[in-house]
């Protein structure tokens, strides 16, 4: 007998996910939720796998607006689905020739007009864009709405028990950061260095690193996303590294910098005026601010006189939990509100001199009053190894 794998919450964790989607879907008028991605899955069942690795195969969720969420799935991952909460799981042999479970599909929406499919930023379609239209073909009289919005925000706010996975995998991540003078050494071939950080994480408890990203240069780093390669570690360069390490599926996402023999003096004032727009951002980071009202807090350190409007990458931080990224974002546009339980990054990011650039990032949990930082505060001044 194959033993059923222990969930990662309580049946009551998603029982009370569960409801807050009703009661949203009540409010906006919305017969059933579609879902088709990993993350939705995962949130509403408890069914983790890295099985969605795959491409091969869709995988579908329908949560109705009064019940249990209805997996339509293919039989390979019918003993893990059924070892979750979730009691009605419909199943098909996939690959199909020519009916990849739409015709189950369909007859779960079957009576719901208005259906809630996630649209917008962030979200994607993991299904054929033909058996999609297949659906619309056998349920003529149904409504796609837009779930995004309502599903970014039942997310975005952390229950106690996702707060507490965060908190501890950000735990095991400081502590292998902190292990840097026993890991990191000129003449370190980049790739040895990441693969010796990632072993330690795993020592130090991480169930898994997915994401494992840096660079290293003299006196700041170009590029910090490519692979690493085998150029040694250099006495002037500095290395950062970020990751992005899991427990029970939940990530942390911060970045450590450090300097070799020594750091020029443009590296050491980057680091510092990267330190300090991240003290500005937790001066704000309060219930009630906005995501650009903390992204104007980091810009207005790195770039006080305005000339580039905090820089080109982008947006200095992001929502974390379940996903690596995950939505909102801390950039100009974004006025989403900070509410208590929200997990958030802070990355503010600038170049150092000659297309150097030089990021720095840090995990915390929104709170009724001052932010919890959940990742080790870095040092305020560059470390040099």
């Known amino acids: 007998m194959i033993e059923a794998a222990e969930p990662d919450f309580p049946q009551a964790e998603y029982e009370a996910r569960l409801d807050r989607?009703?009661?949203a879907m009540h409010a906006d008028g919305i017969d059933a939720l579609l879902f088709t991605t990993e993350a939705e899955m995962r949130y509403f069942t408890g069914f983790r796998t890295l099985f969605w690795l795959s491409p091969t195969r869709p995988w579908f969720l329908v949560v109705p607006k009064a019940g249990k969420p209805i997996a339509i799935i293919p039989e390979i991952g019918a003993a893990l689905m059924?070892?979750?909460?979730?009691?009605?799981?419909?199943?098909?042999?996939?690959?199909?020739?020519?009916d990849d479970g739409v015709s189950l599909l369909a007859d779960a929406l079957r009576g719901s007009t208005r259906v809630g499919i996630p649209m917008g930023r962030e979200s994607s379609l993991r299904m054929p864009l033909?058996?999609?239209?297949?659906i619309h073909e056998m349920l003529p009289g149904m409504e796609p709405v837009d779930a995004t919005p309502m599903i970014q925000a039942l997310r975005e706010v952390k229950s106690e028990a996702e707060i507490a996975t965060i908190a501890e995998i950000?735990?095991?991540?400081?502590?292998?950061?902190?292990?840097?003078?026993?890991?990191?050494?000129?003449?370190?071939?980049?790739?040895?260095?990441?693969?010796?950080?990632?072993?330690?994480?795993?020592?130090?408890?991480?169930?898994d690193v997915p994401y494992l990203v840096g660079g290293a240069d003299q006196g700041g780093y170009a590029d910090v996303?490519?692979?690493?390669?085998?150029?040694?570690?250099?006495?002037?360069?500095?290395?950062?590294?970020?990751?992005?390490?899991?427990?029970?599926?939940?990530y942390c996402d911060f970045d450590r910098n450090w300097a070799f023999g020594h750091?020029?003096?443009?590296?050491?004032?980057?680091?510092?005026?990267?330190?300090?727009?991240?003290?500005?951002?937790?001066a704000?980071?309060?219930?009630?601010?906005?995501?650009?009202?903390?992204?104007?807090?980091?810009?207005a350190v790195i770039d006080?006189?305005?000339?580039?409007?905090?820089?080109?990458?982008?947006?200095?931080?992001?929502?974390?939990?379940?996903?690596?990224?995950?939505?909102?974002?801390?950039?100009?546009?974004?006025?989403?509100?900070?509410?208590?339980?929200?997990?958030?990054?802070?990355?503010?990011?600038?170049?150092?001199?000659?297309?150097?650039?030089?990021v720095h990032e840090e995990n915390l949990l929104i709170t009724d009053g001052p932010p919890v930082l959940l990742s080790e505060r870095a040092a305020p001044e560059l470390p040099i190894l």
């Not at 799981?89 to 690959?95: E, K, L, Q, Y």
């Not at 309060?286 to 104007?296: E, F």
């Open 263 to 282: 750091a020029s003096d443009a590296a050491k004032r980057a680091y510092r005026t990267l330190y300090e727009a991240t003290d500005a951002a937790l």
């Open 21 to 23: 989607a009703q009661r």
């Open 82 to 98: 059924r070892a979750t909460w979730i009691e009605d799981v419909r199943c098909w042999s996939s690959p199909h020739e020519d």
């Open 130 to 134: 033909n058996d999609l239209a297949r």
């Open 170 to 207: 950000c735990a095991i991540a400081s502590r292998a950061f902190a292990n840097a003078p026993k890991l990191f050494h000129e003449g370190q071939p980049l790739k040895e260095t990441f693969r010796s950080f990632k072993i330690d994480l795993l020592r130090e408890g991480a169930e």
């Open 304 to 358: 006080p006189e305005g000339k580039t409007g905090g820089g080109d990458v982008g947006r200095y931080g992001h929502g974390l939990g379940m996903q690596l990224t995950e939505s909102p974002s801390n950039i100009h546009f974004d006025m989403t509100v900070m509410k208590p339980g929200m997990v958030m990054t802070l990355e503010p990011g600038m170049e150092v001199a000659d297309g150097k650039i030089m």
């Open 284 to 299: 704000v980071a309060r219930p009630g601010a906005t995501c650009r009202d903390l992204y104007n807090a980091m810009a």
């Open 225 to 250: 996303i490519s692979p690493p390669g085998v150029k040694p570690l250099r006495a002037g360069d500095v290395l950062m590294l970020d990751t992005g390490a899991t427990l029970r599926g939940y």
